[in-house]
């Protein structure tokens, strides 16, 4: 926890960096960023969504995407914080439900993993537009809140997670601390938020006229408002550029400067990157529709910046631009492989979130300046691809089975899915 | 004022807190928040409404709320600053007008008060929606920023005002200074803002056709997009975070960053409050119409938000909740009210900021953990609730004769509201 | 260029303040800040542009919005900042190509550059909205990025410029540097775009319809949604406030403090004056159509945010009020000159950014509280105001020429302009 953080290692995660800041220098202004954060990503995925679902749901849509941050607020204070955060052991955390025992310097690591959480729950809700009960929207978001993605957290970020800390190798007399890295939560949010969305949409179903009834052909349904879409789109773009930036910024020693604006950088580079070669891609008949596609672009382009969310503090700006690139690329692969499995995904959020996540988390021992692959190949680095990929596959596993157990239990209760007479009307009396 | 600042009180109201930091930290990014504030309220206020209203006077309702800041600008620079802070005696400054002879160090602390008047003026707009006259919009903003507003600020938030000082009482020896408490402006702000709405509304009538010709009974005119209503819904749940988050970030001692937290904390799970109670009120039968309904959720939110402003600094996480949930009750007891008096106000925004002020400013010497009724039970605590008694009660008065005074005149010298051709077609000459 | 930077002058330019303050002291919100700025200006202009075109053309501007900045920031990574703040001579700059050599310090300059190189890009998109081929837009917005807006940069904001440098003057056996001074880039960033603006409209074309075939009156093409437009003007307004507030606020020494707050006044009171100008003009039969005009009012309050770009550190309060006021004049001069020389500039862009670019530039001499011809009148005050007119001369002819090239090359080559069947139809396919 914060109040005992003594260790120091060259990468920390995010959270740790935030603790050390918070409480030796309490720049209270992280808060504004924070709360930003919080309504903005939650904004950018309600217009997306809105403008991207039929007319009828708009409303529907919206509401949802409103009140997910709050009952995830509530069950992320009573107990998802506790499991992520509280003192307990490599696998999970128990202590501070509901606050109670909270030391006062830590409500604002609280705040700010709240926000992260809040995060990867709402990114589920694209998934299953149009068709997902409301009840079972608020039981869902609340168990992704309050337990799925916390237990994550706290692998990945908390002082006692089993991930971050690794073990520690000794190289020609050198002991060194190898563990599962990951800054801004490429793995440990967007990955957990992905797998989360295929496996609901998954378990929900096609809307109804998704796929041909004779052949099983997709069936395009258009959004009923582009402008709607693209404003939930430039707020996402912003969000995630607050994401990497205020949490990077929450670094305040005199050496740290200049590796947050590489930070910085990298993001827009790999947006550039993502939005390029989605646009190109689009464009060739072979992968495409021959057309410059906006929607496309623009999901490229957040694939680009969720893909180098794990690692843009670590590499050279021209590693920045291929991270996103290769983020474009993995988004017109999983959007392919998803339509493949017939799995109807509105906002292609499997795509960018776990397409774009993966990309992250094995890019960081690759072109990391400091002990990627590409730089030293050597086993020392082959140690830090070797954590990386074990963290991938745990937080896969993880996130998978609670998803397929949260999903196919609801969907078994018969409270998943609105009946038949709304779907095909609206879902307002729902 | 701040350069002779030197009295230090337990509880300081948010204007000296401001007062303190600036003149000795000029950590400029304090100015992009507030500028942030000011356009996002501004912003958030224009689209709540230009949804709520009907098609036809959605460009009104922009052009009105773009300009009143603007204008109320001018007013706030010329006069309104000069009787909040200007130095004068305990119930009104008088200097500084149009910034003549104002400190260099003061500019800052003019700015950021501006803010606040600025949104206490908008509040009103919602109110008298789609009948006001232009001119008259002009007028009574400039009237309310100018006068109204900044006479209460000085009692309640100026070195000199005499709500702030209170009196000294002796307790066992011990001399403490007991006064009004409003730390975001839940009473200095939203009170006032809520107070001037509905005396605005009664003043103006009702829209044609709001209530039934025969029976009297209400006619729903139903807003013609949720989706920009959502869109000012959502930036003004951002502002509401940004008010309480950057004001109290001006707090940079050492010892205050926990409180700050605490507080952002706070104003989330006073969100979640207002918005749960709302939610599952309104589906009930009994106060609602038995649906999920995303306007009166919203509404909620923001009741819960204009409830904690006050006391979010001093409460514990539980009581931050709950003051939420008082805010939702007394939105929907309000509105009930309102409606009741057969006023018409379009956007309950008597509800949210007169209902959500007045809980606001009750729950300080209720909840507060330093000397609280709940937790003290004792004489002291006593008086605390007496001066915020004292202070709702003079606010109130204040206000209320005011605005009378204002809307009436408007009304007598018939220029209040557009004529009746221009009310059924459109506002768009007028 | 930043690590060698030892001058000390009076009125830095705003890239050199910035320098100093993030080589010392790594505040990283600046980041935050920074792209806030970047996204909220790519935004802003995206809906008010969107919303101005007719509805056909909605989603093709959105794209073309959402891309500029991100192929402007691969050019402005590759070739743009190298001639702008690379070492060279004080007309060029040459080194740091693709961040080669770039030291880790200055990564945090090159992104804050990168926001206004492209701001001063998408300027020029609301000119040639619903007519510009995609791949023309690519090209041109890329050059802007890339090669017309870093030369004038290296000329007024890099180190080794000869505008900023100016000459050393000796008064009463007193040394004195006098150059171009322009804080917050009033002629560098808006009157740049807004000459590409101009020149863009002009080889590009009216139109089809926009004029009248038989006596070339103009005809008016409404724009389809005012709500799409005046949330984009919202987003402009507060992208403004952010860049006059967050640039500024990198100044962190002591005494600083006051300036900025100072500054971030006179803009409000600057987007006062030209708000109520435009808005009073626009209301007699004279200047406008004798209506309250929504969009007219907007883009007066933009133009007198860009006026005061250029002094807005330098003047008392009636100044900036005052210079609003001219930006407002200014703006409704130029509409009218534009449209009388048949030049179809659907936004008024180049009303806003060129004519408030121009009203800037020229009063910082007139008005500036140190060295002021209003203050002084004496020679000193002369040479500051001669060296002001000739940068003005010297950005003019340069944007002019270099826009002139490259627009009128895209239109020989035949790239410039989509195909008749598009225009009339839509430019989805183009």
Redesign the interface.
């Known amino acids: 926890m914060c109040e005992n953080f003594t260790k120091t290692k060259t990468k920390l995660p995010i959270s740790q960096y935030i603790c050390i800041t ?2 030796n220098r ?11 954060l ?3 990503m ?2 950018g995925f ?2 997306l969504e ?1 403008g991207a679902v039929r007319s009828r749901n ?2 529907n849509i ?2 949802k995407n ?2 997910d941050s ?2 995830g ?2 069950s992320y ?1 009573l107990v998802g914080y506790a499991l992520a955060f509280g003192k307990g052991n490599p696998f999970i955390g128990a202590s501070y439900f ?2 109670s025992g909270l030391p ?2 830590m ?2 690591h ?2 700010f993993q ?1 926000v992260f959480a809040a995060t990867a729950a709402t990114i589920v809700s694209g998934a299953v537009a149009e068709r997902c009960d ?1 009840t079972a929207y608020i039981i869902y978001s609340s168990v992704v809140t309050g337990f799925i993605y916390p237990v994550v957290t706290h692998w990945a970020w908390s002082e006692e997670g089993w991930l971050v800390n690794g073990r520690t190798y000794q190289f020609d007399g050198e002991l060194v601390d190898i563990g599962y890295n990951d800054f801004a939560g490429s793995g440990v949010v967007h990955m957990v938020g992905g797998i989360a969305t295929f496996v609901g949409a998954l378990a929900l179903g096609p809307r109804i006229g998704r796929f041909d009834k004779g052949d099983g052909s997709p069936v395009e349904i258009r959004g009923h ?4 879409a ?2 939930g ?3 996402l ?2 969000g995630f ?2 994401f990497n ?2 949490s ?5 020693g ?1 050496g ?7 930070a ?2 990298n ?3 790999a ?2 990157g993502g ?2 070669t989605t ?1 190109v891609l689009n464009k060739t008949k072979y992968f495409g529709d021959s ?2 596609s ?1 929607l496309t ?2 999901n490229g ?1 957040l694939t680009g910046m969720v893909a180098v969310c794990a690692g843009c503090n670590q590499f ?3 590693f920045g ?1 291929i991270t996103g690139v290769l983020g474009g690329i993995a988004y017109m692969v999983t959007t392919w492989l998803v339509l493949k499995l017939k799995v109807d995904d509105p906002l292609d959020a499997t795509a960018v979130h776990f397409g774009g996540g993966v990309v992250g988390v094995l890019t960081v021992p690759l072109f990391s300046y400091d002990y990627g692959v590409f730089y030293n190949w050597d086993v020392k680095s082959g140690y830090y691809l070797a954590w990386q990929v074990a963290g991938l596959a745990a937080i896969f596993s993880w996130a998978a089975v609670l998803s397929l157990v949260l999903f196919f239990s609801l969907k078994k209760l018969n409270i998943f899915r609105v009946p038949y007479e709304y779907e095909v009307k609206d879902l ?2 729902v």
Chains 1, 2, 3 share one sequence.
């Open positions: 918070l409480t309490p720049c209270s202004l992280y808060y504004v960023c924070f709360v930003t919080l309504t903005v939650q904004a309600a217009f809105a708009t409303v919206l509401i409103a009140l709050f009952f607020g509530v204070w509901a606050h006062a310097t409500y604002a609280w705040f709240f409301f408002s582009i402008p709607f693209s404003l789109g430039f707020i773009v912003f550029f607050a930036g205020s990077q910024g929450s670094i305040s005199e740290d400067g200049a590796t947050v604006a590489l910085v950088t993001t827009v580079l947006a550039s939005a390029f646009l057309k410059w906006f672009t623009l382009c050279k700006s021209y631009f307002s009396g």
